[in-house]
């Protein structure tokens, strides 16, 4: 075996990557140049995107601006892809709301942008036959809604959890073709998503305190996550949920 | 714009145990026996529903008394 050997490379492989232009995303579209993928970047913030596309490794990477929840924005999207071997759905938004503050408002603008943006663009993906044999799609779902449920966070889990369950379906469906569907479920990662937020800097810390590794996760321990179920690796892995979260949920 | 007064009634209308009577201006109120993490994120609610401000969790923290909050939302607008 010489020192090349690597059952998780992506070399040869075009993986596009939603939400690339912060967080969990850009760090996933760098880890995936590294290891030897072509990247399809997108986000609606071009300063920030630009600065992922930067950051990319070897040649052939590519960038596109695009409002996810917008369906020609999505249909534009798709029309300029040739071809893939990896999709990551992680373009997504949070929101802390208890029961009683929850109207009807709050459910769309989060399913539009966790749910029904991820799965249009799966749909129209699928439909458009950009997807090779032997693709591998990955949702950034989260502990959020299928393991975890804590106070306020009901519109966002609920978004997650409907995620979770469409991953099940589409990876049943589209094992016809060949295509693998799984889902990374991280708990707490330091990102601008959590930052700022209704929860207070001093919440967060004693929230890190029931994390038996007793730290929140960092981009790449997600990252890592997704090149595996990217990568030949896992062939044999589909409609499992990989839940990255420092042993909070044991 | 909402009154000192009528942000004091909304703010004691998170609470279910805690006699509405008991709240006002001056109250400490994360010494009141009923205030947990899921009141805090309550009252973030009420604000922004009420008042369209986006409060932190950090302004909570740094708030003693409901009338800091309410000058912190003030202070938002
Ligand atoms: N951080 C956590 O603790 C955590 C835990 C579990 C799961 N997750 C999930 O991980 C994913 C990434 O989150 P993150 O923590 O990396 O957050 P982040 O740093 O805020 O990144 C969110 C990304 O989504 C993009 N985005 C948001 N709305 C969009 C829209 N309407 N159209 C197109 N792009 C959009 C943003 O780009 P633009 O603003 O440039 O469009 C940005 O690139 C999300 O699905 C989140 O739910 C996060």
Redesign the interface.
């Known amino acids: 075996m010489g020192v090349s050997y690597n059952p998780f490379s992506l070399e040869g492989k075009t993986v596009l990557v939603t939400g690339a232009s912060s967080g969990i995303g850009q760090e996933t579209a760098i880890q995936c140049s590294k290891m030897g993928a072509k990247v399809i970047v997108t986000a609606r913030n071009e300063d920030r995107l630009k600065e992922t596309l930067s950051q990319l490794e070897g040649e052939g990477h590519s960038m596109f601006i695009a409002e996810l929840t917008q369906q020609e924005e999505l249909e534009k999207l798709v029309g300029s892809i040739n071809v893939l071997n990896g999709v990551v759905l992680c373009a997504g938004k949070g929101m802390t709301s208890p029961f009683p503050f929850s109207t009807r408002g709050k459910y769309d603008s989060i399913f539009e942008v966790n749910f029904f943006a991820p799965i249009e663009l799966l749909r129209l993906l699928v439909k458009k036959k950009k997807l090779e044999k032997d693709s591998s799609v990955v949702f950034v779902s989260s502990i959020g809604g299928v393991d975890s449920f804590q106070m306020g966070n009901g519109v966002y889990g609920a978004s997650k959890a409907a995620l979770n369950s469409m991953m099940k379906f589409c990876a049943k469906e589209l094992a016809a073709k060949k295509i693998r569907v799984n889902t990374v479920n991280p708990g707490m990662v330091n990102t601008k998503l959590i930052q700022g937020g209704a929860i207070s800097e001093e919440q967060h810390k004693m929230d890190m305190e029931k994390y038996p590794l007793k730290r929140y996760g960092e981009p790449e321990d997600i990252a890592y996550g997704i090149i595996y179920l990217l990568s030949d690796a896992s062939s044999w892995v589909t409609g499992h949920s990989l839940v990255i979260d420092g042993g909070v949920t044991i | 714009m909402k009154t000192l007064e009528e942000f004091v009634s909304l703010f004691a209308e998170q609470f279910d145990e805690t006699d509405p009577n008991e709240i006002t201006a001056n109250t400490e109120f994360h010494d009141l026996d009923e205030w947990s993490?899921?009141i805090?994120?309550?009252v973030?609610?009420?604000v922004?529903?009420e008042f369209e401000v986006a409060?932190?969790?950090?302004d909570?923290?740094s708030s003693i008394t409901v009338e800091d909050l309410y000058n912190k939302v003030l202070a938002h607008l």
């Open positions: 993490s899921l805090g994120l309550s973030i609610a009420m922004d529903e409060l932190k969790g950090d909570m923290r």
